[in-house]
């Protein structure tokens, strides 16, 4: 089994966990977060509002999905979240050992 860690901007979760509702899944949990990766300390344009970008708002989508399955649960993300651009987000696979 293996954890898969996605981490996406807000506009794109609710496609993910659409791309997701019929695939295998062992378990699910959704998260509010911020954080920056390549495009940190950068001001950027909110809403009429100059802001600092040094930590992004993001969302951060936690999955147990089993190894024999891992490859289509990660093509659902990537097709959903891919777009060339600084901030598509990050997906980070582990394996599980146990869990009860």
Sequence with gaps: MKQV?????????????????????EGLSVLEVKGYGR??????????????????????I?????????????DKIIGVTRT???GDGKIFVMPVSSFI
């Design 84 to 86: 060339g651009r600084i």
């Design 5 to 25: 860690v996605t981490v996406v901007a807000p506009h794109l979760a609710e496609q993910v966990l659409v791309a997701l509702r019929r695939a295998p899944l």
């Design 39 to 60: 495009q940190k300390s950068y001001l950027d344009q909110y809403q009429d509002t100059e802001y600092s970008e040094a930590f992004v708002p993001k969302v951060e």
């Design 62 to 74: 936690t999955l147990w999905v089993d190894d024999l399955r891992l490859e289509e649960v990660l």
